[in-house]
T-cell receptor, first 114, second 112 residues
Framework: DADVTQTPRNRITKTGKRIMLECSQT?????MYWYRQDPGLGLRLIYY???????NKGEISDGYSVSRQAQAKFSLSLESAIPNQTALYFC?????????????FGPGTRLTVL | QKEVEQNSGPLSVPEGAIASLNCTYSDRGSQSFFWYRQYSGKSPELIMFIYSNGDKEDGRFTAQLNKASQYVSLLIRDSQPSDSATYLCAVGSGGSARQLTFGSGTQLTVLP
């Protein structure tokens, strides 16, 4: 049973559509992150949240928004999807008492924007 | 802009050999350093972290850090085919490693 789950696992959509990717965790961690992974570019941070009232932009937040509905849930939205947002998206969590040093990743969502 | 550089590979080593993976980083204020392993189609998983200059060993894995040279490496001894994966170097900055900056990864293949 997975501690960090992401839905959907795969999604194909069209340019201009609104898309929401959801992340849930049962690890009890306060910190949650959204990354995207592109071939040859590694993981890039989109947004991160250290608690329900703390939302921070990462390296590549333009075109994305997030919502931290509860400690266990962190959603990523693409208000108007464009083809260069085609990527593999990962949610991750970590614990502040371990200095955030280990991030636990969900299984990923593969998003294709046509 | 904080940068983390890795050779993309692919790096091929024979089974039983030592695999050496290297990473350099640009932010001198970086305080924490991580190696993640990512199998094809899977999510990254942490295999090593290091905070202080020198070597840190865990089983077949050794992480090496040289802050003066802004260099971190991962050695895998007695490499096995199951070690074939992409290895991601990540560097933490800010208090309590608020953010991790990842390199693009090195693809390792261990040949039987």
């Amino acid at each position: 049973d997975a501690d960090v789950t992401q839905t959907p696992r795969n999604r194909i959509t069209k340019t201009g559509k609104r898309i929401m990717l959801e992340c849930s965790q049962t690890k009890g961690h306060d910190r949650m992150y959204w990354y995207r992974q592109d071939p040859g570019l590694g993981l890039r941070l989109i947004y991160y949240s250290f608690d329900v009232k703390d939302i921070n932009k990462g390296e590549i937040s333009d075109g994305y928004s997030v919502s931290r509905q509860a400690q266990a849930k962190f959603s990523l939205s693409l208000e108007s999807a464009i083809p260069n947002q085609t990527a593999l998206y990962f949610c991750a969590t970590s614990r502040p008492d371990r200095g955030g040093r280990e991030q636990f990743f969900g299984p990923g969502t593969r998003l294709t924007v046509l | 802009q904080k940068e983390v550089e890795q050779n993309s590979g692919p790096l091929s080593v024979p089974e039983g050999a030592i695999a050496s993976l290297n990473c350099t980083y640009s932010d001198r204020g970086s305080q924490s350093f991580f190696w993640y392993r990512q199998y094809s189609g899977k999510s990254p998983e942490l295999i090593m972290f290091i905070y202080s200059n020198g070597d840190k060993e865990d089983g077949r894995f050794t992480a090496q850090l040289n802050k003066a040279s802004q260099y971190v490496s991962l050695l895998i001894r007695d490499s096995q085919p199951s070690d074939s994966a992409t290895y991601l170097c990540a560097v933490g900055s800010g208090g309590s490693a608020r953010q991790l900056t990842f390199g693009s990864g090195t693809q390792l293949t261990v040949l039987p």
